[in-house]
């Protein structure tokens, strides 16, 4: 799902019925986005909130030293190795 997506709800996308949720977050620079708005910090909090069982949050905003409570992992760069493990 995109961030797009994600803002319309998880009752849209059935996320009750999901085992994992994984939020790729990069960061983000000054300008337009054409392909859509990026999540904002209020909204990967808003999604930890969710009762998927098990929460990712990974990619550079990681590496950046945004970790907002509710994810039970993170990973910055190298985040198919943690996903794995």
Do not use: N
């Not at 998880?10 to 859509?36: A, K, Q």
């Not at 708005?37 to 550079?60: N, R, S």
Request: charged letters at 30%; one cysteine or more; hydrophobic letters at 35%.
């Amino acid at each position: 799902m995109t961030a797009d997506e994600a803002r319309q709800g998880e009752e849209s996308f059935g996320m009750r019925d999901c085992e994992w949720l994984i939020v790729i977050g990069g960061t983000t620079v000054p300008g337009r986005y054409l392909g859509g708005k990026p999540l904002t910090l209020k909204e990967m909090k808003k999604l930890a909130g969710t009762k998927v069982p098990v929460k990712w949050l990974l990619g550079p905003v990681v590496e950046a030293g945004l970790k907002p409570e509710g994810y039970d992992h993170y990973a910055g760069e190298e985040l198919e190795h943690e996903v794995y493990r």
